[in-house]
């Protein structure tokens, strides 16, 4: 059976019209005047453009520990973990709000066997669907706290076009109602080097392996077993370094699995679809970003180039013919 995973950001939450941006937040949190003394969102009052890479900025933040005693730092660090805990309970019951308006699924949103593929050429669609062999399944991780992924699969899927299993469905950073997750992905994103318990509650991946839940054996398993990986609605940051470094792994180890990038550039037109060289810059752009996260150059990063596919702005990654032909 072909295994297809669908790695998921932000951006399905976005084509759903719901208002799941940090900046959206942020604006919720200043309306509302919640907790006035935080100083996490004293910095974002000042700043928030800067904020709008929440996690990546939050592990700049930590710059003002530098200068401080090992024992002043554990005193503040304790303080920044209990204003973050503030900002995620603020932050899970604005989501909530956001993901409770989602009542019904709009039309165009339908999972079919071969909505992740329009866009990618004829030729190199072929390739795909001859590395799935006939029967498939899809598997999902998704990294938004919303369960707007869940509906989705619950209300509108459409198997009619050949044989398709739903798989795994797994909510990498946890989810509004349990094991809500933010932080940087490594220590190299910290100012300042803490002690391991205040430490590993700004590191996702080590907060998330201390949850002792799995989560992240289910990710390496997931990914390990797919023939092709899609993402769609992500930025590729760099704060989820690790799970785009097992992404990269997974891909150097055949040179028949597949990785399929949709992403959203306003400034790509169909005159950049047209004329070959625009579209190979765009193109370069984003498999650079993958792939930089890699560790590899030269001729390694060349061979992965070929096994990446990317599509531009694309409606919804759940296709429904009917709606959008």
């Known amino acids: 059976m072909g295994q297809l995973t669908f790695i998921i950001g932000n951006g399905l939450d976005l084509s759903l019209k719901l208002e799941t941006e940090y900046r959206q937040f942020y604006e919720y949190v200043r309306t509302y005047g919640l907790h006035p003394d935080n100083k996490i969102y004293k910095a974002i009052e000042e700043s928030p453009e800067s904020w709008s890479d929440f996690e990546y ?9 530098k200068n401080k005693s090992a024992s002043e730092q554990i005193k503040e660090a304790r303080i920044l973990q209990s204003e973050l805990g503030e900002l995620i309970g603020d932050l899970a019951v604005y989501l909530k709000k956001e993901d409770d308006s989602l009542v019904a699924i709009p039309n165009g949103f339908s999972l079919n066997r071969t909505g992740f593929m329009i866009g990618i050429n004829q030729y190199s669609q072929q390739k795909i669907i001859n590395e799935l062999a006939n029967n498939w399944r899809f598997n999902f991780i998704t990294l938004n706290y919303t369960r707007s992924l869940e509906k989705i699969l619950k209300d509108r899927y459409d198997l009619n076009n050949g044989r398709v299993d739903v798989g795994s469905v797994l909510h990498l950073h946890g989810t509004i109602y349990e094991d809500l997750t933010l932080g940087v992905s490594d ?14 509650n700004l590191i996702k991946p080590e ?3 201390s949850m002792n839940d799995g989560r992240l054996e289910e ?23 690790y799970l785009w470094k097992s992404v990269i792994e997974w891909l150097t180890l055949s040179k028949s699995r597949y990785v399929i990038i949709h992403t959203y550039d306003p400034k790509y037109t169909d005159d950049a679809k047209v004329f070959s060289p625009v579209q190979k810059q ?17 001729d390694e990063i060349q061979a992965l180039r070929k096994q990446i596919f990317v599509i531009f702005n694309s409606k919804s990654l759940f296709y429904d013919k009917s709606v959008n032909s």
């Open 282 to 298: 765009y193109t370069s752009i984003i498999i650079h970003k993958l792939l930089s996260h890699s560790g590899l150059d030269g």
């Open 57 to 65: 900025q939050l592990g700049n933040y930590t710059e003002y520990l």
């Open 219 to 241: 990710m390496n398993e997931i990914i390990d077993s797919s023939d092709v990986l899609v993402l769609f609605g992500t930025s590729i940051g760099d704060t989820d370094d």
């Open 187 to 200: 220590e190299t994103q910290l100012f300042v080097s803490l002690p391991q318990e205040q430490k590993e």
């Open 207 to 209: 907060l998330i392996a």
